[in-house]
Nanobody
């Protein structure tokens, strides 16, 4: 089992920056691939970014150039640095982990509880 705990969400003005973190514990060998997803009110969960154990990354078009995903394997922590935030980035952000390097949430076995990010206009 892998436990994931997100932190760092909050309220920020449009154009601002925020960093969210995801701490993995437990059987972290099961978290070789990690990703961020988000879900806005009334919308389906959507892929944001992913990273594998070797540091290869991939982003949704909507966040490319503004968000950066990275991880510190020594700390078992993954991060999402969000710059130039827009009101449409408002959502609950979830981290996910699993053995598949995928943009589909159903391929991830482990999920955090989510952290709220709100961007005001």
């Amino acid at each position: 089992q892998v436990q994931l705990v997100e932190s760092g969400g909050g309220l920020v003005q449009a154009g601002g920056s925020l960093r969210v973190s995801c701490l993995a514990s437990g059987r972290t060998s099961g978290s070789s691939n990690m990703a961020w997803f988000r879900q806005a009110p009334g919308k389906e969960r959507e892929f944001v970014a992913r990273i594998n154990s070797g540091g290869v990354t991939n982003y949704a078009d909507s966040v490319k150039g503004r968000f950066t995903i990275f991880r510190d394997n020594a700390k078992n922590t993954m991060y999402l640095q969000m710059n130039s935030l827009k009101p449409e980035d408002t959502a609950v952000y979830y981290c996910a982990a699993g053995i598949f390097f995928s943009t589909n949430g159903r391929d991830y076995a482990y999920w955090g509880q989510g952290t709220q990010v709100t961007v005001s206009s």
